[in-house]
């Protein structure tokens, strides 16, 4: 009896720590799909005491979409969510847990960081972890919800998640965040400095945002279907036109049109906005899609823009998606930060990752293909299985100043007029039409009909 009523105690106890944290993942996971795991988990200095039971860390497993999924959610509640040798091990089970059953692993966090008190031991526990989220990453997807504060090493496990959904309001720090908000004029608002808004313009660390639970099931349950659940098939006709693309060009304009239901999900839309980086279906096969945007960045690919699309394809291969890439771009910006900060590293480490991708590569040139964005982004030599080119498309080494300037040298001192050279450069050495005569370009199109050259390439290539 005495055992009986001291369940029932801690029962109630667990209940009322667990209860935000357990709402916020009820409203992301299918209705009465939850078991939780190691409910009473308790470290050695805490086994007299109910403080602490569950370790500030609530593990299980569950359905998202009718896809099972392993799960751990660190408890604000309970102890600020720290971290601790027992609040590990609960992770690590349910790590061990997903990889055994090939279902992914989705983490949710919300900690103030370590607890110091555990010293070296909590020290080796981190490294635990690290060691076990690097041997999900090689075998199950992982998707990390970053739901309040994370600080310390969770900061950078969080990253070696594959795909991180960061709320609106929280926050990401290695180094204490006081501490670092010390440094700073005025001792700015944490948030202002560390969160969604200054990590997502200033890195890639942070995948995608949300604002609301709703939206947040909405992104994860897609993600899931793109990571290799079962799609059911599309209604979407594959043959589907856009008229409205032979009249204005834009990247949403072209996602729309390729994507089932005029669907898609942008990762890192506000960093190297010049690249966009997009996960979606098409004609029932998940794809990644990354579109250089010519409206942004003076038309030029930069050096983050380039490590954008070198992480991008690494997901995409690791999860065996095609690739497609929409090309309207005029290569590199000239920068001399860039070049001394590494650019040439960068370059070669996306070029190989393109060159030895397995997985179909499908291009189409939307717009500009000038220098480096053809050879990286389209060309048959890296690898490309497919490219097509729209009508009005322009294919060359160099832009059309440079080329009439270099081709035409004579006719301009001689002082014939320059605009009506550059067109003659353009129509005569630019024309997709002449690369397409030379066997580098598979088809020219209207690019209205994107769509139904994508999902047939596709169903080739894949010999569906």
Do not use: W
Not at 18 to 33: M, Q, R, V, Y
């Amino acid at each position: 009896m005495k055992n009986d009523a001291m369940l029932q105690n801690n029962i109630k106890l667990i209940d009322k720590a667990t209860k935000k944290i357990k709402s916020f993942a009820f409203d992301l996971i299918d209705e009465g799909s939850f078991v939780e795991t190691d409910v009473f988990a308790a470290g050695k200095s805490f086994l007299d005491s109910s403080e602490a039971l569950g370790e500030g860390v609530v593990t299980g497993y569950a359905t998202i979409g009718n896809k099972p999924v392993h799960f751990f959610a660190q408890n604000q509640e309970v102890m600020k969510g720290s971290f601790s040798e027992a609040h590990a091990k609960k992770i690590l089970k349910v790590i061990k847990k997903a990889i055994q059953s090939g279902t992914p692993l989705v983490s949710i966090i919300d900690s103030n960081g370590a607890r110091i008190g555990e010293g070296v031991a909590m020290l080796e526990a981190y490294s635990e972890v690290i060691n076990a989220i690097n041997l999900a990453k090689e075998n199950i997807p992982h998707i990390c919800i970053i739901k309040g504060n994370c600080v310390g090493m969770m900061a950078a496990i969080a990253n070696m998640a594959d795909f991180v959904f960061m709320a609106d309001g929280g926050l990401m720090s290695v180094a204490s965040p006081q501490a670092i908000a010390s440094c700073e004029k005025d001792y700015p608002k944490l948030n202002g400095i560390l969160g969604y808004k200054a990590i997502s313009e200033n890195s890639d660390m942070a995948h995608f945002t949300f604002k609301t639970t709703k939206e947040l099931a909405e992104k994860v349950k897609y993600i899931l279907t793109i990571c290799g659940g079962e799609v059911e098939e599309s209604e979407d006709d594959a043959n589907r036109e856009t008229p409205a693309l032979d009249k204005s060009y834009s990247v949403d304009t072209a996602l729309k049109a390729i994507c089932d239901n005029q669907k898609y999900i942008v990762a890192n839309e506000n960093y190297a906005k010049e690249v966009v980086t997009a996960y979606a279906l098409v004609n029932s096969i998940s794809v990644g899609i990354i579109a250089l945007n010519g409206n942004e960045n003076d038309g030029y690919i930069s050096a983050n823009g380039i490590a954008k699309a070198d992480k991008f394809i690494d997901k995409c291969s690791s999860n065996g998606m095609p690739i497609i890439t929409l090309v309207d771009s005029l290569g590199v910006k000239p920068s001399l930060n860039d070049e001394v900060s590494g650019l040439a590293s960068k370059l070669a480490s996306l070029m190989s990752k393109i060159a030895s991708c397995t997985t179909p590569m499908i291009s189409v040139i939307t717009g500009k293909a000038i220098g480096l964005a053809y050879s990286v982004f389209a060309s048959k030599g890296i690898g490309f299985d497919y490219t097509l080119a729209g009508v009005d498309s322009v294919i060359s080494p160099v832009n059309t100043a440079a080329g009439a300037a270099i081709e035409y040298a004579e006719e301009l001192k001689a002082g014939e007029d320059r605009a009506k050279l550059e067109a003659r450069y353009l129509e005569m050495e630019q024309n997709p039409f002449i690369s397409a005569k030379d066997g580098f370009i598979d088809n020219v199109i209207e690019l209205s009909t994107m769509r139904p050259y994508i999902a047939s390439a596709l169903m080739m290539l894949l010999g569906i």
